[in-house]
Antibody, heavy 120, light 108 residues
Framework: QVQLVESGGGLVKPGGSLRLSCAAS????????MFWLRQAPGKGLEWVSF????????NYADSVKGRFTISRDNAKNSLYLQMSSLRAEDTAVYYC?????????????WGQGTLVTVSS | EIVLTQSPGTLSLSPGERATLSCRAS???????LAWYQQKPGQAPRLLIY???SRATGIPDRFSGSGSGTDFTLTISRLEPEDFAVYHC?????????FGQGTKVEIK
């Protein structure tokens, strides 16, 4: 069955860095666009970043542009999010999600999320 | 950026009742690019509806989506106990994905 398992979350000080990983299984990872999204405590959902199937095309929300970098390794069925210059407002549960097949307009499966807390 | 506004914020209903959730966009949305998700406490969101009206795999037919342009609706025909949750609408446009703030469906 389809699985997306995030890891790498934790407590980090403002200005610090963190790298999130997402291990995919149960589907042909290289066929799907992939995303990172987040949800601050008690708040709504926010799209963070997108990568095309090959990783050659990426996109970011304005709130993280220049600070976060998305990447993928199709040989390892893995998605990554390198986060730097972290701020308190980056505190959230971070989800990886896949697109619909050949349709990047929605997120048809989500991982369970990993919590990132930015605090001194 | 297209802003999605969901109403009401909270819907208090009893099992068996009909739920009607609204999602209004600040400008016209391509219907193919409008989706709905269900989220229960402590869980990840689950895709319910994509393309404004197509049910995702495994979603019961009591869930239906409709609408076009700036006004979209998610209807749950008869609420089951497991349907009490938060529902989010989402759109894609201009290389950006945005969500509404969510509607909580709670037991009355």
């Amino acid at each position: 069955q389809v699985q997306l398992v995030e890891s790498g979350g934790g407590l980090v000080k403002p200005g610090g860095s963190l790298r999130l990983s997402c291990a995919a299984s149960g589907f042909t990872f290289s066929d799907y666009y992939m995303f990172w999204l987040r949800q601050a405590p008690g708040k709504g959902l926010e799209w963070v970043s997108f990568t095309s199937t090959s990783g050659s095309s990426v996109n970011y929300a304005d709130s993280v542009k220049g600070r976060f970098t998305i990447s993928r390794d199709n040989a390892k069925n893995s998605l990554y999010l390198q986060m730097s210059s972290l701020r308190a407002e980056d505190t959230a549960v971070y989800y990886c999600a896949r697109s619909g097949l050949a349709a990047k307009y929605y997120f048809d499966f989500w991982g369970q999320g990993t919590l990132v807390t930015v605090s001194s | 950026e297209i802003v999605l506004t969901q109403s009401p914020g909270t819907l208090s209903l009893s099992p068996g009742e009909r739920a009607t959730l609204s999602c209004r966009a600040s400008q016209s949305v391509n219907s193919n690019y409008l989706a709905w998700y269900q989220q229960k406490p402590g869980q990840a969101p689950r895709l319910l509806i994509y393309g404004a009206s197509s049910r995702a795999t495994g979603i019961p037919d009591r869930f239906s989506g409709s609408g076009s342009g700036t006004d979209f609706t998610l209807t749950i025909s008869r609420l089951e106990p497991e349907d009490f949750a938060v529902y989010h609408c989402q759109q894609y446009g201009s290389s950006s994905w945005t969500f509404g703030q969510g509607t909580k469906v709670e037991i009355k």
